[in-house]
């Protein structure tokens, strides 16, 4: 890989938390490495507020994100893809044709999360910092001279570790 910056296409299904917080902390602190964008196999059509405020707690621009489907980006070409779905709580991935490297980073929907305020916003927290812990280890990497395959291999690493 040696284009920069790499283009990075957050995926999952609904595309209201766990890929609108992706794009945010990637934009954020990819700083020219990296540029990403969101979108989901079968978007809800809202972002989830309980996202927005997340980002708004962090310091990031709530402006500019929306629910959109994967077909708004048919045509663009993506270096890297990350899934985030959950898998492991049944919940289906949705599987993208292009010629992206893959990665999946599976977390639990903090959208499915019920309680108190406090509840919820923990949920949406812990989404949030294991998001960035991920995207801290990616841009850690010597991405502009990985190959493609080391590239893979290390995306799947750091799901799999965090």
């Given at each position: 890989?040696?284009?920069?910056?790499?283009?990075?296409?957050?995926?999952?299904?609904?595309?209201?938390?766990?890929?609108?917080?992706?794009?945010?902390?990637?934009?954020?602190l990819g700083a020219g490495r990296l540029r990403a964008s969101s979108a989901g196999s079968h978007p809800v059509g809202k972002v989830n507020e309980n996202a927005l405020a997340t980002?708004?707690?962090?310091?990031?621009?709530?402006?500019?994100?929306?629910?959109?489907?994967?077909?708004?980006?048919?045509?663009?070409?993506?270096?890297?893809?990350?899934?985030?779905?959950?898998?492991?709580?049944?919940?289906?991935?949705?599987?993208?044709?292009?010629?992206?490297?893959?990665?999946?980073?599976?977390?639990?929907?903090?959208?499915?999360?019920?309680?108190?305020?406090?509840?919820?916003?923990?949920?949406?927290?812990?989404?949030?910092?294991?998001?960035?812990?991920?995207?801290?280890?990616?841009?850690?990497?010597?991405?502009?001279?990985?190959?493609?395959?080391?590239?893979?291999?290390?995306?799947?690493?750091?799901?799999?570790?965090?």
């Amino acid at each position: 890989m040696t284009r920069t910056p790499l283009n990075v296409l957050v995926l999952c299904t609904g595309n209201s938390c766990r890929s609108i917080l992706g794009e945010a902390l990637i934009n954020h602190l990819g700083a020219g490495r990296l540029r990403a964008s969101s979108a989901g196999s079968h978007p809800v059509g809202k972002v989830n507020e309980n996202a927005l405020a997340t980002l708004a707690r962090h310091g990031l621009s709530t402006e500019g994100y929306a629910s959109q489907s994967w077909d708004e980006f048919e045509g663009t070409l993506f270096d890297i893809l990350v899934t985030v779905c959950d898998a492991a709580a049944g919940e289906a991935c949705p599987v993208y044709l292009g010629a992206a490297v893959r990665g999946h980073w599976g977390l639990p929907d903090p959208a499915h999360v019920t309680g108190s305020r406090e509840v919820v916003e923990a949920a949406f927290e812990a989404t949030y910092v294991a998001l960035e812990k991920r995207i801290r280890a990616l841009l850690a990497l010597p991405l502009e001279s990985l190959s493609k395959a080391e590239l893979a291999e290390a995306l799947d690493r750091i799901g799999a570790e965090s």
